[in-house]
């Protein structure tokens, strides 16, 4: 099993620019979240999903959009990236909700 | 306001002695805690779980604790070891979708 996975692995954007961060996973996790994570600051939730088609806002929402159009998947996409956005991205996955979440090996995104 | 605070911020030991990490929360309602290990450039992986009603869990040479009616949880770091060079944090579940995470504590074991 691969685990939860994240594409890619680093990013550089100018700001204005979009793009789309990939999370997959082979583990049968029914809830998907993506987290960033910014130096001396915990986790921070910015949209989760607790099952194929269905996603909600997390604690930091503004400025990101997510899709989970098939169960293994769940994208997150910056539509217009601004430099506030640079940040290390994780995706996480569980079963259920009294399960330990999984997570992916993060995506380090630089918006100049 | 539902907060995980941990201390120290960073803590550097020689390989082969312990060390204690602290954590303190103020979130309501409480499901678990959960405490993870985060190296470099990885994903944070879990360590242990604890339940309102479990004092101590060990998995090798980490031990946690906790403390329900304090609001205080602690890991306890046995014979460290170059590979325990990690960030630590503490994780606190409500039960419902809200989980509340610690910022960590940098922990550097030297030879």
């Known amino acids: 099993n691969a685990g939860v996975t994240q594409t890619p692995k680093f990013r550089v954007l100018k700001t204005g620019q979009s793009m789309t961060l990939l999370c997959a996973q082979d583990m049968n996790h029914e809830y998907m979240y993506w987290y960033r994570q910014d130096p001396g600051m915990g986790l921070r939730l910015i949209h989760y999903s607790v099952g194929e088609g269905t996603t909600a806002k997390g604690e930091v929402p503004d400025g990101y959009n997510v899709s989970r159009l098939k169960k293994q998947n769940f994208l997150l996409g910056l539509e217009s990236a601004a430099p506030s956005q640079t940040s290390v991205y994780f995706c996480a996955g569980r079963v259920d909700r009294t399960d330990t979440q999984y997570f992916g090996p993060g995506t380090r995104l630089t918006v100049l | 306001k539902n907060q995980v605070e941990q201390s120290p911020q960073s803590l550097i030991i020689l390989e082969g002695k312990n060390c204690t990490l602290q954590?303190?929360?103020?979130?309501?309602?409480?499901?678990?805690l959960r405490w993870y290990k985060q190296d470099t450039g990885r994903g944070p992986v879990s360590l242990t779980i604890?339940?309102?009603?479990?004092n101590t869990k060990s998995n090798g040479r980490y031990t946690a604790t906790l403390d329900a009616d304090t609001k205080q949880s602690s890991l306890h770091i046995t014979a460290s070891q170059l590979s325990d060079s990690a960030s630590y944090i503490c994780?606190?579940?409500?039960?419902?979708?809200?989980?509340?995470f610690g910022a960590g504590t940098r922990l550097f074991v030297k030879a």
């Open positions: 994780v606190v579940n409500t039960g419902g979708f809200k989980t509340i």
């Open positions: 954590c303190n929360y103020t979130v309501s309602p409480f499901s678990n």
């Open positions: 604890m339940t309102f009603s479990e």
